[in-house]
């Protein structure tokens, strides 16, 4: 399995980005999704994710302006980010979980500027 992301830029406070996770292979429909962050000094953590049953959860800075979602016909999930903040600058990373493995993408870069 291969996680491409893509969407990361630059930004100014308060705007919109979407971020994309493209998967390869035939088992995306049955795995779950999270995308996690990490900020320089800071510990990666959690933003939100998703079950193949499409149930979501998202770590609490970001509830009311990310949106997690998934297109199992395109093998790809998303995270929707709004309101963007100085705070949500940090590498972006995909996650795919089926059955007991775990893979990464590469990662993209999300930098707001105020």
């Known amino acids: 399995v291969q996680l491409v992301e893509s969407g990361g830029d630059l930004v100014q406070v308060g705007g919109s980005l979407r971020l994309s996770c493209a998967a390869s292979?035939?088992?995306?429909?049955?795995?779950?999704m999270a995308w996690y962050r990490q900020a320089p000094g800071k510990q990666r953590e959690l933003v939100a994710g998703i079950n193949s049953g499409g149930s979501t959860n998202y770590t609490d800075p970001v509830k009311g302006r990310f949106t997690i979602s998934r297109d199992n016909a395109k093998n790809t999930a998303y995270l929707q980010m709004t309101s963007l903040k100085p705070e949500d600058t940090a590498v972006y990373s995909c996650?795919?979980?089926?059955?007991?493995?775990?893979?990464w993408g590469q990662g993209t870069q999300v930098t707001v500027s105020s």
């Open positions: 292979g035939s088992r995306f429909s049955f795995s779950a």
């Open positions: 996650t795919m979980r089926i059955l007991s493995a775990n893979y």
